[in-house]
């Protein structure tokens, strides 16, 4: 499965102790998921750096209510190994609570809409009986 981030497209950005989480969207099988993309924050732009992803269909393993604390230490311990960070308890523990901070921030994000289409046309509707009206775009 193929996976594109833009993250010069993203709604907020939080940072502490070394780490950052970009609120964006990941295209998989052609559709644009919500996501928290976590990375050092000293390396924001190197090309190198492979990112870590946490998506909404797997936001929940981080929740203290219904997560499952096992998946998240585990998922948290790859994370800081992928990130080149230590993978000593204290930092694991660290990310794993950055990235539970940050749940309600990440199922916040809306549906993607794209910049990129073009409105090729406008449509007014009008209800003869109610005279109501109502006004959408097409794009493309």
Known sequence: MAADLDLNKRLWTFRKDGLMAIGTWIRMDDRFR?????IPADREYDDRLTPCVVTMDRAWIWS????DPAQAAHA????ANTLG???DRRTVIRLAM????HLGDLLSIPPYTSDDQQTVAEVTMRD???GRTIEAEVRE
């Open 34 to 38: 919500p996501c928290m993309v976590l």
């Open 85 to 87: 960070l230590s993978t």
């Open 128 to 130: 003869p009986t109610s």
């Open 64 to 67: 203290e209510e219904v997560g």
């Open 76 to 79: 948290a311990f790859q994370f």
């Open 98 to 101: 950055f990235i539970a901070d």
